[in-house]
């Protein structure tokens, strides 16, 4: 089973890659506006040219509280019990301050259309869900490959000055590099197995968990504006069905979530779950019920 390598905070970057640039951070003392960030998301275009920096923005929320009501919604659609606080919702928390870096005026990628390649999420230590939490997301480390830029995003959460919890997101901007492309094979799927019958309107439905509404998720029409045949499934709705299935299997912390993303997720359809426990971890991955596309692998270590 393949695993994705997260780049350390400390670790020199390699020659394809950007710097990251100085910029004033965004500190919100409130929840942030989704609908205005959705709306200039909408509207905002990008003046990135291959080899440009990109600015260190950072966004924190300071007094986020956990909501025990959209938590129960948010395990429903992803399939977790209602008193479980899963690896993956402090990252759809953390989701509008990545939004609002996006929209700034400062960061030089468009806001929509940045493909979702891999999540790495730590669960470092429990806390009481009742307590505030400082959300941080910043722009870490980038490079370039052969489809384009591959940046990622830095996520912390804190409670009383303590890390509880952290996550790096890599997103794509497509652009030509001229970097030549690497063809990489995959395993065939092993270990236990379960089909789920997804519907069409699961778009939908996580979009009111996460805040998350996309017009690729949310419906066929919207999708084709943007070059799907159908919607397609969220990446971090998938990540978490999957956690969901091996829960297990998954302790209360100090554990990691490694995901890379494939082929999407087309809605509706049928997916194939496949998990299988290493020496040290426990493997997984989804494909589609053909068995020929797989549209992400993953493990939990």
Not at 19 to 37: E, F, R
Not at 81 to 90: G, I, R
Request: aromatic content about 8%; hydrophobic content about 40%; charged content about 15%.
């Amino acid at each position: 089973m393949q695993r994705q390598t997260i780049l350390p905070m400390n670790q020199v970057a390699p020659k394809s890659s950007t710097a990251v640039t100085g910029s004033t951070p965004i500190v919100l003392t409130s929840q942030p506006n989704m609908p205005i960030i959705l709306a200039k998301a909408a509207i905002k275009s990008g003046r990135y040219q291959v080899g440009d920096s990109l600015p260190a923005i950072s966004a924190s929320w300071q007094n986020m509280h956990i909501d025990t009501q959209h938590l129960a919604q948010y395990n429903r659609i992803c399939g977790f019990a209602d008193n479980k606080l899963p690896a993956t919702y402090l990252w759809t928390r953390a989701f509008p301050l990545i939004m609002r870096i996006l929209v700034s005026s400062e960061f030089p990628l468009p806001a929509m259309g940045q493909v979702h390649l891999s999540n790495q999420i730590t669960v470092h230590s429990e806390f009481d869900i009742n307590k505030k939490i400082i959300l941080t997301a910043a722009v870490d480390h980038s490079k370039l490959s052969s489809k384009g830029l591959e940046w990622t995003m830095h996520l912390t959460a804190e409670v009383d000055g303590v890390l509880v919890w952290s996550s790096q997101t890599t997103f794509l901007h497509r652009c030509k590099t001229g970097i030549e492309r690497n063809l990489k094979t995959l395993e065939n799927p092993e270990g236990e197995s379960q089909q789920w019958i997804l519907a069409k309107d699961l778009g939908r439905r996580y979009a009111l968990a996460s805040g998350d509404y996309n017009p690729i998720h949310l419906g066929a029409l919207s999708a084709k504006l943007f070059g799907f045949k159908q919607a397609i499934a969220h990446g971090m709705w998938s990540k978490a069905r999957c956690l969901a299935a091996l829960d297990a299997f998954t302790p209360e912390s100090g554990y990691q979530v490694n995901v890379n993303f494939l082929k999407p997720v087309y809605l509706p359809s049928t997916v194939n779950f496949y998990a299988q426990s290493g020496e040290d971890r426990q493997n997984f991955c989804l494909y589609d019920s053909s068995g020929e596309h797989r549209h992400l692998q993953g493990s939990i270590s």
